[in-house]
Structure formats: C-alpha cells, structure tokens
C-alpha cells in the first residue's frame, strides 16, 4: 500500500486534532522519528504492524507508541472513524461524489478530509464554548 504525501499529512492533522485510536495488527504507521530502523517494504517510513509486541517493545509501550508514530488509517478504517462519528453512508457517498474522488483516485484523501472537518465541528473553541456540530 502507497500512500500519498498529502494523506500522510492529513493523517498527521487528525493526530493533531485528538483522533483516538488503539494500535493492533493490520495498522499502517507512519515512523517520523526514525525509530524502526528496518527498511520499509512500502515507503519510507511507512509500516504495518504486523508483529505488535516488536512494535511496543521498540517503542517502550502502547504509550509512546501513539505518541511518536502517526496512525495512517485504510480505507475501512477511515470508515469505521466515519461512522464513530456519526458520518452516515449516504453523507461519505455524497462527499466522494461531489470531490470526483473515484475518477481522481483520491477516496482516501477524501475520506481523511472528511474526518478532519468532522472532527473540527467537534473541537472546543478557544473561548470555552462547544463547537458547533453540523447534523445533517
């Protein structure tokens, strides 16, 4: 799996703005620090965890894990957090048509920006209040 520069940045603003998630096997990371120093089968920097226990033992826990790797959710991944957070099916197929994401081949991208604003609507403003929460 490849995955674009602007989808690994992407996954770093969802890092950013508090995207929970719990590392297990079949997650792809991406490994800003240098920490695994094993070539990649896929891209630079880019893993799989396959092998969890040499993960969090590299790492020194679960912990450190998620605070130095920066999770690169797969399309069903990407869909599960949709739907975590109250994104509809008919919502995510509006998006993907309107952006023409299946003949840019960007579904991916799509879905990260969508979670991204998604989550946005759901930040805290800075002065205290909620932020607003589309409900369509």
């Known amino acids: 799996m490849q995955f674009r520069e602007t989808e690994i940045e992407l996954a770093r603003h969802l890092r950013d703005l ?3 998630w ?8 991406f490994d800003e620090t240098g920490l695994v120093d094993r070539p990649s089968p896929f891209q630079d920097h880019v893993y799989f965890i396959l092998n969890f226990d040499y993960f969090m033992e590299l790492a020194g826990g679960i912990e450190r894990f998620k605070k130095i790797m920066t999770w ?6 990407a869909r599960a957090v949709l739907q975590s957070l109250g994104v509809t099916d008919v919502q995510v197929g509006e998006v993907l048509h309107r952006e023409h994401a299946i003949e840019r081949r960007s579904e991916l991208e799509s879905l990260y920006q969508l979670i991204e604003s998604t989550l946005r609507r759901r930040v805290p403003l800075d002065h205290g209040e909620d932020a607003p929460v589309d409900r369509r």
């Open 22 to 29: 719990q590392p297990k096997p079949g997650h792809f990371v």
């Open 72 to 77: 690169l959710p797969a399309w069903c991944d």
């Open 18 to 20: 508090g995207l929970q």
